[in-house]
């Protein structure tokens, strides 16, 4: 059984407060309010250990840094390749997808990732004002 964290409890907190998927150095100032001598190290050993229990989420969206979600129901996200936010987002069913790769596959596939780039509203509304 695992050992109750208040630190931990405050990361997983702040979390759940949040839908713009942050990274470890964003969830580490907004605890350090709460927790001022907590050590980054210490925010990075828990969100690797909430990822590994299941209890968040590690996105690897193809910036070089993790990003994290407290949401962990199947669902999908948008990166913005010009600011580099991530959101939600929400298709509906997408079960035809898993099928779809079965009938392609010989294996057995038990789950899927997959992230969906181009340039948010705001970055988009930038780009058609500037061109």
């Known amino acids: 059984m695992l050992k109750y964290s208040r630190q931990r409890e405050a990361i997983k907190n702040f979390l759940m407060t949040r839908h713009d998927h942050p990274t470890a150095d964003v ?7 709460e927790f001022p001598n907590i050590s980054l190290g210490t925010v990075y050993r828990n969100l690797t250990l909430l990822a ?12 070089g ?7 962990t129901h199947p669902h ?15 298709l509906g069913d997408m079960s035809g997808i898993l099928a779809a790769a079965a ?15 181009g340039l948010c509203p705001h970055c988009a509304s930038k780009a058609r004002k500037t061109s």
């Open 76 to 90: 999908y996200h948008f990166v913005c390749n010009e600011c580099g936010s991530v959101t939600d987002l929400e």
């Open 103 to 117: 009938r392609e596959f010989n294996g057995l596939i038990q789950g899927h990732v997959t992230y969906f780039y």
């Open 52 to 63: 590994d229990l299941g209890e968040i989420s590690r996105l690897r969206v193809g910036d």
């Open 65 to 71: 840094v993790d990003h994290f979600d407290a949401d």
């Open 27 to 33: 969830v580490y100032s907004n605890v350090r309010t």
